[in-house]
Every structure is written in C-alpha cells, then in structure tokens.
C-alpha cells in the first residue's frame, strides 16, 4: 500500500532563514510526487512537481525540492523565508491505478519576524 | 481563465439532514475529484467523475454520493448527515483521467459544518 509520511506536524522559521519541509513515501513504482500549500480557508496550490529525471525540481514562489530514491524522500526546500510562506504544507504521491493523490497528514509552517 | 469553483463556501446543516455540494471545473477540464480535509484524517479521496461515471471511489460510507453532468459540472451528496462529516470539501479538476501526474488544480472547498 502506498503513504506519505511528513513527520514534522509543526515548524518554525524566522524570517530570512533557509527552511526545509520532510517527505518520506512508500510506493512500489515510480513516484509522481506533488507540494501543494494550503493558507487558512483556502484550497491547495501545486508548488511543484516529480515524475522523472532530475532530482532537483523548481518550483514556484521559490521553492524547490529534491528527489531521493534511496531515503524514499522528496524534501521541499527555501533558502529564504518570507512572512508570506506561512502556511500549511503538504506532501502528495500520485497513485496512477487509482488517479487520485495520497496526501501526507501535513506540516504548518509559522514564520517568526 | 477561470478556476474550479465551488459553491457554497460554507454551510452548516443539522445532523440528519442531506447535503449537496457543487464543483464548476476548469473550462475544459473534464475529470474532477473531490477529497474530504478533516483535522483527524487528514485530506482523504472520496471519488473521481469523468464523461458522467464514477471511476473510482475512496474508503468512504454509501451516504456518500456524487455525479457528473454533461458540461463536467459535479456536484456531491451526503445523506444522513453525522457530526463527523463536519469537513473541509476539496474539489480538483484535470483535463482527463491520468493527467494527474500534471498535477491537479483545487478550489477553495465547500466548508461543511453539522450541529
């Protein structure tokens, strides 16, 4: 069975500081791997994806995130933060048999100024 | 271009009632999704739609329904309303079954509250 792990419920950064969000997954196939964002009351927005290839994908916003195969990881990166990022963040594996997405449980993302 | 948009943003029904939530997809866009965000669960699937037919359903009770119309509109029942459907309801559009690996788009939600 496939899942998404995120093992950190809650972080927190100061401003201008460089952040990195966990993911672990378990599938048996090739992963197609999703960031999405939430902010309060609102619905996700896709921050970037994974299917193949290079390991490090860009993102919007400036994000970016890196692919491991070996530690099963695909960790969501910035190197400055802004007040702005606040947010919930989520992890997300695409499972093509079923083409619906297995969401990780999330990780919330405060900013200190 | 226009989003997916959901109507209503919120409601709050009484326990027992039934519900009906509605999801416009992305001009276009012809499978749409819709997914349950509960603070316990997290965001979990509860059934796809494409060319009017259920494709796939999630682990989720009978009272739970949905349906598809001609122009890709969905719209999704809950019946017998119990206070642990109290949720954030996510609706996602894609052009077509199998074009989730391009990421899926997602609207604000319908947020459903049962008293």
């Known amino acids: 069975a496939q899942s998404v792990t995120q093992p950190d419920i809650h972080i927190t950064v100061s401003e201008g500081a460089s952040l990195e969000l966990r993911c672990n997954y378990s599938?048996?196939?090739?992963?197609?791997l999703f960031w999405y964002v939430q902010s309060p009351g609102q619905g996700l927005q896709l921050l970037l994806k994974?299917?193949?290839?290079?390991?490090l994908v860009q993102g919007i916003k400036g994000f970016e995130a890196e692919f491991k195969r070996s530690q099963s990881s695909f960790n969501l990166r910035k190197p400055s933060v802004h007040w702005s990022d606040a947010a919930e963040y989520f992890c997300?594996?695409?499972?093509?048999?079923?083409?619906?997405?297995?969401f990780g449980g999330g990780t919330r993302l405060m900013v200190k100024p | 271009k226009a989003g997916v948009t959901q109507t209503p943003r919120y409601l709050i029904k009484t326990r027992g009632q039934q519900v009906t939530l509605s999801c416009s997809p992305i001009s276009g866009h012809r499978s749409v999704s819709w997914y349950q965000q509960t603070p316990g669960q997290g965001l979990q699937f509860l059934f796809e739609y494409f060319s009017e037919t259920q494709r796939n359903k999630g682990n989720f009770p009978g009272r739970f329904s949905g349906r598809q119309f001609s122009n890709s509109r969905s719209e999704m029942n809950v019946s017998t309303l119990e206070l642990g459907d109290s949720a954030l309801y996510l609706c996602?559009?894609?052009?077509?079954?199998?074009?989730?690996?391009?990421?899926?788009?997602f609207g604000s939600g319908t947020r459903l509250t049962v008293v």
């Open positions: 996602a559009s894609s052009l077509n079954p199998g074009q989730g690996t391009n990421g899926y788009t």
């Open positions: 994974y299917f193949s290839g290079d390991t």
């Open positions: 997300a594996l695409y499972n093509n048999a079923g083409n619906m997405l297995t």
């Open positions: 599938y048996g196939a090739t992963p197609y």
